[in-house]
């Protein structure tokens, strides 16, 4: 499957998609002052531990306190310090190692409560792993892992892993001879990346140092550095779609900054020279986003119903603990039988939600409402599809089978805010219910209100302004209701249209003239 990344790059904001044969699959969005902290590493400070949840609030230099759970610490285990310090700037019984060994290597995988483990006012050295989402913080780690190209360096870990998408077994022990040789003598763990397939021994040593070094650095920073503090950040988001998406996976890259275009091959001159030819100034005059096509299923993705070809459609819910979608036949009837209608209806849904789920990068718990099916074998195709479906999905998902009420249930990593959370801020109107006060109900409550209202009042006539709707409606379908209402207060009411009212806003006033 032939796959590009197209990048637009402003001054306030930078736009990354992945394009699967024309067709935008994934969106990136980093804003000025808002980049995702995902993969930075901070020195903090622990501000509360509740023991009753086993977790600890961190303070990290961000807006809101991080948060990190006792299984995100446990996991260290730092007994013996020269697993740990891996720089020969570090000698295991100096004052400053056995100072720093204090603040930070308090932690033993033996010990199971958190309040055993880390105390408040404690410098603890931590990773983001989720962004802050919502009202949460963001979810932090004492695992660190730094990435490169071929390999993900994991200090606090002795493990050696492969990619699953390295399938051929030979290759597969090749890689992790050469990873558990090189790495012997520091005993810190590799995660060796699809894009080390083939790569010789002499280019995973080079990075297995470079990334060895970047680890020593941190590692100076945390002891020079006050609290809290950035002790490393990650790419900006134009390098990270390099590493991430045209190194392992992408053809090719076409980006419309020059200076970003440049940033690009140089990191690659670094990196992966070979691929430079792969990299494209964009340089039209219609917007790039335009002239590839994307703006309109970016919008489609910030709808809450989506439309089938067959005329069915889909409508995604996000609530505070979960994303309902729900199934609809719609405007399709199908030619059969009923039975034949709704699973084509399901199994063209199942495309649509994948491709939008991804699209939308929706994480959590998923609730899916398919069309109710009697055949345990259509709900056996629908089920399968779906599976099928999040193939292509790089983020981890778990899918459970279809219940006897119809509804599938699943969980994608959520490590982002949503397109929806990223791009929409909740309706100031109806403060984010989605939904406003029917016209005939705001009806009824200026009726209500003229009654208190017309208690007080000296003269004769009162000035009711609303929005045109509102007024139509008070003339039209309700047009009983004023002539009721003047005859029971005795005063003459004078309805003003005012197209800068919101529907469900009025004025009444007291007049003394037409």
């Known amino acids: 499957?032939?796959?590009?990344?197209?990048?637009?790059?402003?001054?306030?904001?930078?736009?990354v998609a992945l394009v699967e044969e024309e067709t935008i699959v994934e969106l990136f969005i980093e804003r000025k002052g808002s980049r995702d902290n995902?993969?930075?590493?901070?020195?903090?400070r622990v501000q509360r531990v509740l023991p009753g949840m086993q977790a600890a609030f961190v303070d990290i230099g961000l807006n809101q306190a991080a948060f990190i759970y006792v299984d995100d610490v446990v996991r260290n285990n730092y007994s013996d310090i020269e697993e740990y310090f891996t720089c020969n700037d570090y000698k295991e019984n100096s004052e400053e190692t056995v100072e720093l060994k204090e603040k930070i290597l308090p932690i033993k995988e033996e010990k199971e409560n958190i309040e055993d483990i880390i105390s408040e006012g404690q410098e603890i050295l931590v990773q983001v792993s989720k962004s802050p989402i919502g009202t949460k913080g963001a979810r932090i780690t004492s695992n660190i892992s730094l990435p490169g190209r071929f390999l993900v360096l994991m200090p606090t870990?002795?493990?050696?892993?492969?990619?699953?998408?390295?399938?051929?077994?030979?290759?597969r022990q090749r890689l992790k001879d050469i990873v558990t040789e090189l790495s012997s003598n520091t005993k810190m763990g590799y995660i060796v990346r699809t894009a080390a397939e083939g790569v010789n021994k002499e280019k995973i040593a080079y990075e297995m140092g470079f990334l060895k070094n970047l680890w020593c650095n941190i590692q100076k920073k945390y002891q020079t550095y006050g609290t809290p503090s950035t002790l490393h950040q990650e790419l900006n988001l134009s390098l990270r779609a390099v590493r991430d998406l045209l190194i392992q996976e992408a053809e090719k890259l076409v980006i419309d900054s020059k200076a970003d275009y440049e940033s690009v091959l140089g990191f690659l001159e670094t990196f992966n020279p070979s691929l430079k030819p792969s990299v494209e100034l964009y340089d039209g005059k219609e917007p790039i986003f335009d002239a590839y096509n994307l703006e309109g299923d970016i919008s489609r993705?910030?709808?809450?119903?989506?439309?089938?070809?067959?005329?069915?459609?889909?409508?995604?819910?996000h609530t505070e603990a979960l994303v309902a979608i729900d199934v609809n036949t719609g405007r399709y009837v199908g030619k059969h039988n009923l039975e034949e209608t709704i699973l084509k209806t399901n199994l063209e849904a199942v495309k649509e939600i994948a491709y939008q789920i991804r699209l939308r990068d929706i994480g959590g718990i998923i609730i899916i409402d398919?069309?109710?099916?009697e055949k345990k074998s259509n709900q056996e195709k629908v089920f399968s599809a779906l599976n099928e479906a999040f193939t292509k999905d790089r983020s981890k998902t778990h899918i459970l089978p279809i219940s006897e009420m119809g509804l599938i249930q699943m969980t994608r990593k959520r490590t982002r805010k949503p397109l929806s959370r990223l791009m929409c801020d909740p309706c100031p109107y109806c403060e984010g219910e989605g939904y406003i006060i029917s016209i005939k109900s705001i009806c009824y409550s200026i009726y209500r209100e003229i009654l208190r209202y017309a208690v007080d009042m000296t003269g004769k006539k009162l000035t009711l302004r609303v929005n045109p709707e509102v007024a139509e409606f008070l003339h039209g379908e309700e047009n009983r209701l004023i002539p009721g209402l003047e005859k029971a207060i005795e005063k003459q009411i004078i309805i003003y249209p005012d197209s800068r009212y919101h529907v469900e806003a009025f004025e009444i006033t007291e007049s003394s003239s037409v």
């Open 1 to 15: 499957m032939y796959k590009k990344i197209i990048i637009n790059v402003e001054d306030h904001e930078t736009r």
């Open 38 to 44: 995902t993969g930075n590493i901070y020195k903090g």
């Open 157 to 171: 870990s002795s493990h050696i892993g492969i990619s699953r998408r390295i399938e051929d077994e030979t290759e």
């Open 301 to 317: 993705a910030l709808k809450k119903k989506v439309w089938l070809k067959s005329g069915g459609y889909i409508v995604i819910e």
């Open 370 to 373: 398919f069309i109710d099916m």
